[in-house]
């Protein structure tokens, strides 16, 4: 498989997370974001969106068509190679993980993603701090709407869902990475703390991290 991705995407760190989970063999070509590499035509005639990660498999597919957005990718994954399986069997269940993922994919992360924070230097003309402020307010709220649900309910477990990895554990990792890039204290919210570090001592997410990427900035010393 080939992925199109960059060290800072939360967004391509769920996807090598499920690749990592599943032992499928990739290799990743860089596109970078801070240089705008997304909106060139060179990576639109992959992704027409211009956002990352796009994903081809060689499955023999006759239109050799890449797949994108991240959840959608982690499915596919899921179907395509079900062991270790990412969803949990009962519908009920199934639904919760799903949901909790999409607090963090769907409604925190695209509000803090590098065509919003363009958009609002550049067309509405806000400084660098109110557009921190803008990023950090809307990862806390993740974060609470996180640690509400999983911290109320008897069916989160060492991870989201029990005590196996599922989508929303490869959602929160990403959120909770997100908040430690962008400098947001998460004190508050132990139990999402908690579950992000039990992933973090997994090699599948350990690997995948941003940090551990090429072109990652790496620490003084």
């Keep these: 498989m080939k992925l199109y991705g960059y060290w800072r995407s939360l967004a391509t760190f769920r996807v090598r997370i499920a690749l990592n989970l599943k032992g499928i063999a990739h290799e990743e070509a860089i596109v970078d974001l801070q240089k705008g590499e997304q909106l060139q035509a060179a990576y639109r005639s992959v992704n027409p969106q211009g956002v990352l990660p796009s994903l081809f498999d060689d499955d023999g597919a006759a239109d050799g068509a890449p797949l994108f957005q991240s959840?959608?990718?982690?499915?596919?994954?899921?179907?395509?190679?079900?062991?270790?399986?990412?969803?949990?069997?009962?519908?009920?269940?199934?639904?919760?993980?799903?949901?909790?993922?999409?607090?963090?994919?769907?409604?925190?992360?695209?509000?803090?993603?590098?065509r919003i924070r363009n958009y609002l230097e550049q067309e509405l003309g806000v400084?660098?701090?109110?557009?921190?402020?803008w990023c950090r307010h809307w990862i806390a709220q993740g974060c609470a709407a996180l640690e509400a649900n999983l911290a109320a309910d008897p069916r989160t477990g060492r991870f989201c869902h029990g005590d196996s990895v599922t989508l929303a554990d490869v959602c929160l990792a990403g959120?909770?990475?997100?908040?430690?890039?962008?400098?947001?204290?998460?004190?508050?919210?132990?139990t999402c703390e908690r579950i992000r570090d039990a992933c973090l001592a997994l090699d599948a997410f350990a690997k995948a991290h941003p940090l551990a990427q090429p072109g990652a900035p790496r620490p003084a010393g």
């Design 175 to 190: 959120h909770m990475v997100g908040a430690k890039l962008f400098d947001v204290n998460t004190s508050a919210y132990p």
């Design 127 to 133: 400084a660098e701090p109110a557009r921190m402020a």
């Design 71 to 114: 959840l959608a990718i982690l499915e596919y994954l899921d179907e395509t190679h079900p062991q270790p399986p990412l969803l949990p069997k009962a519908a009920r269940d199934r639904s919760r993980v799903r949901a909790l993922a999409l607090i963090a994919a769907a409604d925190t992360h695209p509000l803090v993603v590098p």
